[in-house]
Protein backbone atom coordinates (compact mmCIF):
# COMPACT_ATOMS: atom_id res chain seq x y z
CA UNK A 1 0.00 0.00 0.00
CA UNK A 2 1.67 3.12 -0.91
CA UNK A 3 0.19 6.27 -0.03
CA UNK A 4 1.46 9.53 -1.31
CA UNK A 5 0.58 12.25 1.61
CA UNK A 6 0.42 15.18 0.74
CA UNK A 7 0.87 17.93 3.24
CA UNK A 8 -0.92 21.68 3.46
CA UNK A 9 -0.01 24.49 4.62
CA UNK A 10 -1.53 23.84 7.85
CA UNK A 11 -0.02 20.62 8.49
CA UNK A 12 3.47 22.36 7.96
CA UNK A 13 2.42 24.79 10.50
CA UNK A 14 1.35 22.63 12.95
CA UNK A 15 4.61 20.44 12.54
CA UNK A 16 6.69 23.72 12.71
CA UNK A 17 4.74 25.00 16.08
CA UNK A 18 5.07 21.23 17.27
CA UNK A 19 8.71 21.38 16.38
CA UNK A 20 9.55 24.32 18.31
CA UNK A 21 7.22 23.59 21.17
CA UNK A 22 9.63 20.35 21.52
CA UNK A 23 12.63 22.47 21.37
CA UNK A 24 11.86 24.91 24.21
CA UNK A 25 10.54 27.39 21.68
CA UNK A 26 6.74 28.12 23.51
CA UNK A 27 6.26 30.91 21.74
CA UNK A 28 5.14 30.01 18.46
CA UNK A 29 1.24 29.28 17.87
CA UNK A 30 -0.48 27.52 15.16
CA UNK A 31 -1.60 30.64 12.20
CA UNK A 32 -5.11 28.11 12.02
CA UNK A 33 -8.29 28.56 13.43
CA UNK A 34 -9.71 24.99 12.61
CA UNK A 35 -10.10 22.51 15.75
CA UNK A 36 -6.51 20.73 15.07
CA UNK A 37 -4.80 23.95 15.12
CA UNK A 38 -6.62 25.14 18.16
CA UNK A 39 -6.02 21.86 20.22
CA UNK A 40 -2.21 22.33 19.24
CA UNK A 41 -2.36 26.05 20.50
CA UNK A 42 -4.12 24.59 23.72
CA UNK A 43 -1.19 21.93 24.48
CA UNK A 44 1.59 24.31 23.62
CA UNK A 45 0.22 26.74 26.28
CA UNK A 46 -0.47 24.16 28.62
CA UNK A 47 3.26 22.97 28.10
CA UNK A 48 4.71 26.53 28.96
CA UNK A 49 2.32 26.86 32.08
CA UNK A 50 3.38 23.31 33.07
CA UNK A 51 7.32 24.90 32.47
CA UNK A 52 6.75 28.37 34.43
CA UNK A 53 5.05 26.68 37.52
CA UNK A 54 8.33 24.13 37.27
CA UNK A 55 10.28 27.51 37.02
CA UNK A 56 8.86 29.02 39.77
CA UNK A 57 9.18 26.00 41.78
CA UNK A 58 13.07 26.02 41.06
CA UNK A 59 13.43 29.45 42.27
CA UNK A 60 11.41 28.83 45.31
CA UNK A 61 13.99 26.11 46.19
CA UNK A 62 16.98 28.25 45.05
CA UNK A 63 16.04 31.45 47.48
CA UNK A 64 15.61 28.59 50.51
CA UNK A 65 18.86 27.08 50.41
CA UNK A 66 20.29 30.62 50.22
CA UNK A 67 18.45 31.34 53.39
CA UNK A 68 19.37 28.42 54.63
CA UNK A 69 23.38 28.44 53.78
CA UNK A 70 23.05 32.37 54.65
CA UNK A 71 21.78 31.28 58.40
CA UNK A 72 24.24 28.48 58.86
CA UNK A 73 26.98 31.23 58.12
CA UNK A 74 25.25 33.55 60.90
CA UNK A 75 25.17 30.58 64.04
CA UNK A 76 28.60 29.57 63.01
CA UNK A 77 29.64 33.51 63.13
CA UNK A 78 27.94 33.41 66.75
CA UNK A 79 29.09 30.30 67.63
CA UNK A 80 32.81 31.31 66.86
CA UNK A 81 31.66 34.71 69.21
CA UNK A 82 30.64 32.92 71.80
CA UNK A 83 33.71 30.44 71.97
CA UNK A 84 36.30 33.65 72.40
Known amino acids: MNEVV ?5 DRDLIRCLELASNGDLNARPSGSDLLSRA ?3 LVEAYARSVAVS ?8 VGANETAVSSGQMLKVARDVDV
Request: aromatic content about 0%; cysteine-free; glycine content about 0%.
Open 6 to 10: RMTDR
Open 40 to 42: VEM
Open 55 to 62: LDNVVAQT
